[in-house]
């Protein structure tokens, strides 16, 4: 149950997109999220749409692993689209009693229904593709100027690699306790609120005892590693910006200006 | 009748996802009232899963787990009585401790089965008593206990329930020699005391020798062999085959054997073994 949580998974491969510089992907995320809410009408959606495919198929990732991963979100998109389609004014073109469908809010709950999927499909092929430890290397290298402001950039990158790396140790823990717990007769699913709150004081309590002494156990290691902090730091493997990189980012950018325009006026 | 047992068992983990892995594949096994079953495996053989079916933690993916000829499953509401029934110790329980006394800790499966007040004070020392823990750790905190206590404090919490059938997965994991033989000798108190059946499960051959008087042996999500432990280790070379080493006695005989000494190399605990060697020597 709890093993079915695709946040921050990773899915190591060798394609096109898994290969790509993390800080050009990392960027390249950031500038399809900015599109994407400056897209409008149908040309710009149907350039970003064909982007995303093309991404998409590029990383050989199974289709699967994105529905599963969009799955949660189905409530969400519904409610969004079922507001859309009811509360926008327009041409109609059905009513019946209170409600009332109008042809723009057909087309604008479409519009963000596809946002809201193409938003979270582009945020998931980013961690799909990226290994969080490239992730963290990418945003400590991109953050790197606020060094200069004294904002400890290192540190919190160090910290975000922890976190991510730590989340599906703590799940799987969480899982075993649970299991633990239930042999002992626990009984999660039931009950109203207040019940079910209070059966997951024998879940809470083991874990947090577990990841207080896995945090006491990862810094001794670090410290028995002399690890102190970004100063004079070297590493292991060196983020390389290759020319394909450029070439990527630079066609993205320049799409992504155009459909920026475009949006803007209202293709 | 069987107390438990299991028919056509098999499970797959994360099925249609690319990490599916079959982890039991058509497993059959029965465990008789009062008996010490041991069970054992390379890691990744598939035993922990097995474990967690035999008190419905795990829904079978195929075959059908029996409680007293019942299937477990035959009315999903009812899958968390079992757990009454069949009490599971995980690996390193000690880490599902979260009370503030040990003594309240070992009653929180007791209150769950909706035994009255009264009677839980009794159940939690005399469970305390058969794990071996002296009585004044009571009102201490789980967390102040050493290592091996806390894994007995655990193991009492399961004992409290009563269970008709004890399920062990490995616990004696990261214990030294001496820890091990405690918690082992205390099962074995148990066992005897109640009269309960019990489930070993262990890659550790040398504990499994010692005490079961039954052994199935797992073999990639296989059920590989079954019967007496003199039996199974007189198949020593197939058991290293199997990624298992033979307990130090039954090696020390077959060396014996390998250099000329006809010894009969199905002994597999030391005081047999003594007298084997003592034997040829005449």
Same mark, same amino acid.
């Given at each position: ?7 921050? #998974? ?84 059905? #009513? ?13 709950? *479409? ?8 938003? *979270? ?12 430890? #490239? ?128 949006? *803007?006026?209202?293709? | ?13 994360? !099925? ?42 795990? %829904? ?16 999903? %509401? ?50 305390? !008593? ?19 206590? %806390? ?8 004992? !409290? ?93 077959? !060396? ?27």
């Amino acid at each position: 149950m709890l093993k079915d949580i695709t946040l921050g #998974q990773y899915f190591p491969g060798n394609s096109v997109v898994h290969r790509l510089d993390p800080r050009a992907k990392l960027i390249l995320t950031f500038i399809y999220i900015i599109a994407l809410f400056l897209a409008s009408g149908f040309l710009t959606y149907a350039v970003m749409l064909a982007w995303l495919v093309l991404a998409v198929s590029l990383s050989r990732i199974p289709l699967r692993m994105f529905l599963k991963g969009l799955r949660p979100l189905l409530f969400i998109v519904i409610l969004t689209g079922l507001l859309n389609v009811f509360y926008t004014d327009g041409r109609v073109l059905a #009513q019946w009693w209170i409600f009332r469908i109008t042809l723009e809010g057909l087309l604008m709950a *479409v519009r963000m229904i596809m946002r809201i999927l193409m938003l *979270v499909t582009g945020t998931f092929l980013l961690t799909y593709t990226t290994s969080p430890l #490239q992730l963290t290397d990418a945003l400590e290298r991109l953050l790197g100027p606020l060094k200069r402001i004294r904002v400890p950039v290192h540190e919190l990158a160090m910290m975000m690699t922890i976190a991510l790396r730590f989340i599906p140790t703590l799940i799987e823990e969480a899982d075993k306790i649970m299991n633990a717990q239930r042999a002992r007769g626990a009984d999660f699913d039931s009950g109203n609120i207040i019940r079910r709150a209070r059966a997951l004081v024998p879940l809470l309590v083991p874990l947090f005892v577990s990841a207080f002494r896995r945090a006491e156990d990862l810094a001794v290691a670090m410290e028995s590693r002399c690890y102190h902090g970004g100063e004079g730091r070297t590493r292991m493997r060196v983020l390389a910006f290759r020319a394909a990189d450029a070439a990527i980012l630079a066609a993205f950018l320049a799409i992504s200006a155009g459909v920026g325009v475009l949006g *803007v006026v209202g293709f | 009748m069987p107390i438990l047992q299991a028919e056509h068992l098999s499970y797959t983990y994360g !099925a249609g996802t690319p990490f599916e892995r079959q982890a039991l594949d058509d497993v059959s096994l029965s465990l008789e009232e009062g008996e010490f079953l041991g069970i054992i495996g390379h890691t990744g053989s598939g035993k922990s899963t097995l474990a967690q079916h035999l008190n419905g933690l795990l %829904r079978p993916t195929a075959g059908r787990v029996l409680f007293r000829g019942r299937d477990i499953w035959a009315n999903p %509401r009812d899958a968390r009585k079992i757990r009454f029934s069949v009490g599971l110790v995980f690996q390193y329980p000690e880490y599902q401790l979260f009370e503030e006394t040990v003594a309240r800790d070992i009653a929180f499966g007791p209150r769950n089965m909706g035994v009255p007040d009264a009677e839980i004070g009794e159940r939690v020392a005399q469970s305390m !008593a058969l794990a071996g823990l002296s009585s004044d750790l009571a009102d201490k905190s789980p967390f102040e206990l050493s290592g091996g206590q %806390r894994r007995r404090a655990a193991i009492a919490g399961v004992i !409290a329930m009563a269970p008709d059938v004890l399920v062990l997965d490995e616990p004696t994991a990261g214990l030294d020699p001496q820890g091990r033989r405690e918690i082992l000798d205390h099962i074995r108190l148990y066992h005897e005391t109640r009269g309960s059946a019990v489930v070993l499960v262990s890659h550790n051959m040398e504990d499994i020798a010692r005490y079961a008087s039954r052994i199935a042996v797992l073999k990639r999500a296989r059920l590989w062999m079954e019967g007496a432990p003199r039996d199974i280790f007189s198949r020593a070379g197939e058991l290293e085959e199997a990624g298992l080493s033979p307990p130090p006695v039954t090696r020390v005989m077959q !060396a014996l054997r390998d250099k000329g000494l006809p010894v009969d190399t199905s002994v597999y605990a030391i005081e047999p073994a003594a007298q084997e060697i003592l034997r040829m020597r005449g």
